[in-house]
């Protein structure tokens, strides 16, 4: 089934049926009759929109990363583009180096990696001759002896049915040497001298799954860079499997920056809630890494530099810190570290001071902005394309839909805008500014809404919210 195709199935049932009223997001779309206070995008695009036939589509570049040195004064010279800053994420851990040896894990600790190796079938499947129904194996044609023993799905080798005989069989039971069909309980019937009789006519060979109809021991089930789904923890343990070869999960490590951050309790005297520390670790998981450890690194350069210099993570997330206020120490430790800076500052609205960095040969850092709707840019931006490499999961097929409602562009930069799916269409959300987390916590996926704006009816790519298309549990557990 298309993504389309989940979207249109969820959305023929009533939004109020899942709990989700449709009335109670309005107060949170975009549909321009809205709240009086604006959306909170702080860009100077709103006049930009009028020009929204002219939009510029995100064409490939061929530039390669930006290798420049971080700039204290500003990113706009060397901002690399939205489309571009994906691409380099992506590529960035392709080498040897960036990459781990396969693991062996068992079935219970699968799910989500990624297949090193093809799924080898190591045994015929079925691997013996079984009944397809519950009713009786039968030699020859009717009317039939019927003995008094039957066959039971686990039972051991039958004994071979002489030619008019029958036997009582339990779907998935084995089938005994000279079988010639298996006939449905409901499709019998035995005489007063206890013959067991058709009802209607069958076919030689009906109702018996022949040994191998599914696959021979050595066949490819998957190839290499599967998926491990649920179907396929159980097609793995059909096929014999207790440990499969899996790309291991990449190690992610976030430190959180910022002395104004508490960890309980309601804001107060100018120190507000940390909502990244939260939010990162279950939203890593399900891009599929392995949550190492969650730092609370304060504004202590110091502290930031040991943290960066020990980590043995593949990924190190830092958060705020990365523009360039008294106390923004990710640049600084980054070249203390003599780190390779690859994205230095994104074309992107909002979390346009995100960047990436080559920590080690084996090890990159994405520095997330603070603001915490800057940080989910960043995260989608760089540390989604970084993972899906590492972790070797094939890219998400690329989609879009047609916005319900124009929205107000960037004169230069992307923008990513939360939206919600309303059949056909996805309508976007206000409280879409870079510290606000209303939008995108009400939000299915996020609109890419190219420099220049969108119109109403124009499409737009969209990048998935994990639990919009999975559900929370099925991707964070
Ligand atoms: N002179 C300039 N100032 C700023 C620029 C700029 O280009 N020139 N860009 C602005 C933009 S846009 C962003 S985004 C932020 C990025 O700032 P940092 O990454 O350095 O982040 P901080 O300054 O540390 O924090 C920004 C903001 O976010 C709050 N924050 C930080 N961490 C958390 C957290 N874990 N949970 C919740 N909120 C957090 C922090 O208190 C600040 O309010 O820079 C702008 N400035
Ligand atoms: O536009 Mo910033 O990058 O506030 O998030």
Known sequence: ?????????????APDAEGFDVEEVLALVNDGKGPARPAGDPVPGRTAARTEGAAPTHGPRTREAAASPADRH??????TPWPEARTVAARAARSQAARRAPV???????????????????TDLPSFDTSAMDGWAVAGPGPWRVR?????????????????????IATGARIPPDTTAVLRSEHGRTDAQGRLHPTRDMSHGQDIRPRG?????????LPAGAVVTPAVLGLAAAAGYDTL??????????????????????????????????????????????????????????????????SSADLILTTGGTASGPVDHVHPV???????????????????????????????????????????????????????????????ERYGMPLRDEVHGHPHDTRL?????????????????????????????????????????????????????????????
Not at 1 to 13: K, P, V
Request: net charge neutral; with cysteine.
């Open 245 to 310: 070869s899996a790309v291991p999960r990449p190690r992610a490590e976030v430190l959180v920056l910022g002395d104004e951050l508490l960890t309980e309790g309601r804001p107060h005297d100018g120190l507000i809630r940390d909502a990244l520390g939260p939010m990162l670790p279950p939203w890593l998981r399900a891009l599929g890494a392995e949550v190492v450890a969650v730092r609370r690194i304060g504004d202590d350069e110091k502290a930031l530099h040991k943290a960066v210099s020990r």
């Open 148 to 168: 008094d023993e039957g066959v039971l799905a686990g039972s051991t080798a039958p004994e071979p049915l002489a030619d008019g005989e029958a036997v009582r």
């Open 104 to 122: 062996s894990v068992t079935l219970g600790d699968a799910l989500g990696l990624v297949l090193a190796g093809p799924l080898t079938a190591l």
């Open 334 to 396: 980054l070249r203390r570290v003599g780190a390779e800076l690859l994205v230095d500052g994104v074309q992107a609205r909002p979390g346009h001071p995100m960047l990436l960095a080559r920590t080690k040969d084996e090890q990159h850092l994405v520095g997330l902005p603070g603001n915490p709707l800057a940080a989910v840019s960043g995260l989608l931006t760089l540390a989604e394309p970084l993972l899906r490499t590492l972790s070797a999961r094939p890219a998400p």
């Open 74 to 79: 500003g990113h706009r010279h060397h901002a």
């Open 213 to 221: 109809q599914e696959c021979r021991s050595g066949d490819q089930l």
């Open 417 to 477: 805008v939360p939206v919600v799916l309303r059949g056909d269409h996805v309508v976007p959300l206000h409280y879409n500014g870079p510290a606000m987390l209303r939008g995108v916590a009400a939000a299915d996926a996020l609109a890419v809404v190219p420099p220049g704006g969108a119109r109403a009816g124009q499409r737009a790519e969209l990048l998935d919210l994990p639990w919009a298309t999975a559900g929370v549990a099925a991707c964070f557990t």
């Open 1 to 13: 089934m298309t993504r389309r195709g989940i979207r249109e199935g969820r959305d023929t049932q």
